[in-house]
């Protein structure tokens, strides 16, 4: 068990290492940042799936309201005929059964609603985070990326200007000759 976790210590470290060293490079930023951006699109993915599941749903449970209360103005209107055909009894039985199960459906309905609208709401913030989280990605990866070309670059500058260091075949013959001159004198 210890040998596991010293090979999983080793292997974490080794990955941090070799991570660290290619973040120095241009190609090595890029490849940071795309793994994270493809970790936060599929969050970013999954949460506006879920959204417009919702969003579905939420249409369904309208349209079920709507029918509900069209359901119980018919069956008011029902009730409303046999009363004024002085069919009390009938009335009562109708109402007693068929508007209460409408009802009862309409408040059912209602709460699902209601559930799913907050749902919603907290679906839109989940997604926006995800989608700024996006965003800043982006960004932070070209302004990474353009800091670390720019780096190398006055780098690269700071080392052609160097009159100390010999940056090609010439100037070492140079060097070397200007050596052997100095031995001589």
Known sequence: ??????????????????VKQTVNTVEGVEAVYESAIEEAEIKYEKSCSKLIEILGKIDTAEENLEKYKSDLAETEKRCKQLVD???IE?????????????????????????????????????NKTHEQRLNMLSV?????????????????IYKQLDPHRSSNETDKLIDHAHNEVAQLA
């Open 90 to 126: 009938d009335a009562k039985v109708y109402s007693s059964t068929k508007r209460k199960g409408i009802l009862n459906s309409i408040a059912t309905e209602e709460e699902n609603l209601h559930n799913l609208n907050m749902l919603k709401v907290e679906l839109e913030k989940i």
């Open 1 to 18: 068990m210890q040998l596991l976790k010293a090979i999983k210590c080793l292997f974490r470290g080794k990955a941090i290492s070799v």
């Open 140 to 156: 932070n990866k070209q302004r990474d990326m353009n800091a670390i070309y720019i780096s190398n670059e006055v780098n690269d």
């Open 85 to 87: 055909a002085n069919r």
